[in-house]
């Protein structure tokens, strides 16, 4: 079992930067797939970025803008999301599965944290 707690959610301007993290207990991230999912109100829940060894994937709408990373010695996963915008806005959600899993697919992933808020207003 892996439990995950996100933090650092909060409300920004646009334009602004925001970083969010997951402390990972209960198993070492070090062979797990980890990534950021989000949902927006009314919308499903759609991939953000993952991290696969040292390999990152990341969502079109944001490339170039957020980046993905994560330390296997304090068992965390951190996104650094620069250049936001509202349509950034969603609960962003923490992910860990296996590293034969799709990086992008859902369903791949078996452990989740409860979320984190961002909010950014135009």
């Known amino acids: 079992q892996v439990q995950l707690v996100e933090s650092g959610g909060g409300l920004v301007q646009a334009g602004g930067s925001l970083r969010i993290s997951c402390a990972g207990s209960g198993r070492s991230f070090s062979y797990l797939a980890l990534g950021w999912f989000r949902q927006a109100p009314g919308k499903e829940r759609e991939f953000v970025a993952s991290i696969k060894w040292v390999s990152t994937y990341y969502a079109d709408s944001v490339k170039g803008r957020f980046t993905i990373s994560r330390d296997n010695a304090e068992n965390t996963v951190s996104l650094q999301m620069n250049s936001l915008k509202p349509e950034d806005t969603a609960i962003y959600y923490c992910?860990?599965?296996?590293?034969?899993?799709?990086?992008?697919?859902?369903?791949?992933?078996?452990?989740w944290g409860q979320g984190t808020q961002v909010t950014v207003a135009s």
């Open positions: 992910a860990a599965g296996p590293i034969s899993g799709e990086p992008h697919e859902i369903s791949d992933y078996d452990y």
